[in-house]
């Protein structure tokens, strides 16, 4: 990723987290988090993941929700953005957190023995 491109990112997300903060009136988008956004080399599209931290049976109302909003959100990324062309917005859904937590449900879950520490002695 060259460093326009990550600074251009940084930018989006951090424009994108505040418009679902303070401007965005779909109830269905409160407590929305942007996770990362991806641009391609061209700065054409945007991949955007977003998470509703720990609620993870929202996504389809969230998913839906971001679809209807994505021409207001892209407009308003135009607006505050200095770019020839604004990138086109695709919002997918980040499993990164639910992984995790899987993982370390697993993890807790395993029956590993303590270690005799007697044997170390000999």
Known sequence: MSV???RMSDRIQQILSQLF???IS????R???VTEVALDAELMYAKVYVSAMG?????????R?????????RREVGKRVRLRNTPELHFYWDETLQQAD????????LDIP??????DLD
């Open 4 to 6: 326009k491109q990550g």
């Open 26 to 29: 779909d109830p269905r988008l």
């Open 31 to 33: 407590d929305i988090t």
């Open 102 to 109: 899987h993982i370390n449900r697993l993890i807790a879950g």
């Open 21 to 23: 903060l303070r401007e």
């Open 55 to 63: 609620d993870e049976s929202r996504q389809r109302d969230v998913m």
């Open 65 to 73: 929700a971001l679809r209807r909003a994505q021409g207001f959100l």
């Open 114 to 119: 303590a270690e005799d520490s007697s044997d």
